[in-house]
């Protein structure tokens, strides 16, 4: 099979197939459906899915009028879209049998959903004709139409002379409206995406936002011609644009082989874990609040020549955890649920990995030559997922075992050199862990829980020189909710003093983990500005 309908296909399985939903009654019991229910005690809404806690955008999200929807491009990435505001920017790279490949999103948060479009760069070029690329949409489309969803339409689409679809569907949990748009472009994917609570009357949002997409003009080279390499971006706004990213996300590096002697174990007591990796893993994390509760996820990865290993962990924060009791009787249902997916099912069981229970299972892309190999345990307030995806043609890679039997469980240990906090009382939890005395949260939380806010004084030797700009701050906050450490890491010189000065004098309500007090951390951001 090629590679381009591979990705196709790939891009959909993550996108619509694994997503979690709250199944639907029906008399027919043949009906096919991949969900499952969440613990009790976890908000109302949110619903755990392979990836972690998904669900629908906080109601404390900004309202944006619909005037204040512009035009914006995006020269590195080849598009224009409509956007309130400047959108959250993520780049990240993945191996797929063997292959580098580059993935952004553009994502912004409103009142009433979550707008998005997610730009999938692939290092190669004559993948297939147009029109066999056409005939795939159609067959995707067809595809997507049987899925365990209120189907609401779709259609075959053209954007500036490149095959797409578009389609919609309401989801059965939460009742989300989604809308989406999928567009092949020479080496690019797009996928444009709208998912907003149901309102009445519709809202205006979804259509400006995915009618206003467009392609920016490219080299005339098609999808079976020679494609050479994106010129640099250009350094401010362009067009109708009102942003402009400056610099593009870098080209995907090189994929190194490692022979079966450089795994060795790496503990992060920090995440409470140890797993073997061939070299030191990347390390992302991201916050992010879902009806009201805030969720830190990091995840290490290292992407290798035959396959691609990662552990992520995620951590909720102010919930108490879910007992061992509560989990267990839901782990056939997830088993179930996730049987039911658009893969090839190659079985899954219960674990339990030190007291804690989970689940590990094992399916095949459809069309799509790579096994995935997951782990999902529980631990307290923490899931941690352990992934590898490796190439089918290779069954007898002895790495993918050493990495999953690898995995462990530590004790959670602080980064500073503060003890660490009493174990949980009884029925907080189970297994005994320790937990953590530092925990890093985003810059919305930060002003969500602040209970003192301070405004820098302007400089006067920075009005002289009309010095302006935006200064971010590092800063600490101890169990009592006080600021005991703050530094500035960006903005001018003649600024950054002021701003840390403010922030010390910053008050926050004290955050508490499973019942233990923490210490936080994060950025505020203090903007300058001469009238």
Do not use: C
């Not at 590195?76 to 580098?100: H, L, M, R, W, Y």
């Not at 020549?305 to 007992?323: M, P």
């Amino acid at each position: 099979m090629n590679r381009i309908g591979a990705y196709l296909l790939l891009i959909f399985i993550v996108a619509i197939g694994i997503q979690a939903q709250t199944p639907q009654k029906k008399s027919d019991k043949s009906k096919k459906t991949n969900q499952f229910e969440p613990p009790p005690e976890m908000p109302k809404g949110v619903i755990v899915g392979p990836g972690g806690i998904v669900g629908p955008p906080p109601p404390a999200a900004p309202k944006y009028p619909i005037e204040a929807w512009k035009e914006a491009s995006f020269a590195q990435d080849k598009f224009s879209i409509a956007f309130p505001i400047k959108p959250e920017e993520q780049s990240k790279t993945d191996s797929v049998n063997g292959v580098a490949t580059t993935s952004t999103i553009y994502e912004v948060l409103t009142m009433d959903g979550t707008y998005s479009v997610t730009v999938i760069k692939l290092p190669f070029k004559k993948p297939e004709t147009e029109e066999e690329l056409k005939q795939r949409l159609r067959g995707m489309l067809k595809q997507l139409e049987k899925g365990s969803y209120k189907w609401l339409g779709g259609k075959e689409i053209m954007v500036n002379g490149y095959p797409g679809i578009e389609f919609k569907y309401q989801s059965q949990g939460p009742g989300l409206i989604s809308w989406q748009k999928f567009v092949a472009a020479d080496i690019y994917m797009y996928r444009i995406i709208a998912e907003t609570i149901p309102r009445k009357p519709e809202l205006q949002e979804p259509p400006v936002f995915l009618n206003s997409f467009k392609l920016l003009p490219r080299e005339q080279a098609r999808i079976n011609d020679e494609i050479p390499p994106p010129p640099p971006p250009a350094a401010g706004p362009t067009g109708k644009g009102i942003f402009q990213p400056a610099t593009p996300p870098p080209p995907p590096a090189p994929i190194s082989s490692y022979p079966l002697e450089a795994w060795k174990v790496m503990p992060y007591p920090q995440a409470g874990f140890a797993a073997s990796f061939p070299t030191k893993p990347t390390e992302k994390s991201k916050s992010a609040t879902r009806n009201g509760t805030e969720r830190v996820s990091t995840e290490y990865k290292v992407v290798a020549k035959d396959g691609t290993y990662s552990v992520t962990l995620t951590q909720l924060i102010g919930q108490g955890g879910a007992t061992k009791e509560q989990i267990q009787p839901r782990l056939a249902g997830m088993l179930k649920g996730l049987e039911e997916g658009p893969y090839k099912w190659l079985g899954g069981k219960e674990i339990e990995i030190e007291g804690y229970p989970g689940i590990e299972f094992k399916y095949q892309y459809l069309q799509f030559e790579e096994i995935s190999w997951q782990r999902m345990l529980f631990v307290d307030d923490r899931i941690y997922t352990v992934i590898v995806d490796s190439p089918v043609n290779k069954p007898n890679l002895k790495e993918p075992k050493l990495f999953m039997d690898s995995f462990k469980l530590l004790a959670i240990e602080s980064a500073g050199a503060n003890p660490p906090p009493p174990p949980p009382a009884p029925g907080q939890g189970f297994g005994g862990s320790t937990k953590p005395v530092m925990m890093r949260v985003s810059g919305g939380v930060l002003n969500d829980i602040a209970l003192k806010k301070v405004h820098p004084r302007y400089p006067q030797e920075a009005m002289a020189t009309r010095a302006t700009g935006a200064v971010q701050v590092a800063i600490t906050v101890s169990e009592e909710g006080k600021v005991i450490e703050a530094n500035a890491v960006s903005g001018h010189e003649l600024l950054r003093a002021a701003a840390v000065e403010a922030a010390q004098q910053w008050t926050f309500k004290p955050t508490e983990v499973s019942g233990v007090p923490v210490k936080l951390q994060g950025i505020l951001t203090f903007n300058f500005t001469l009238q």
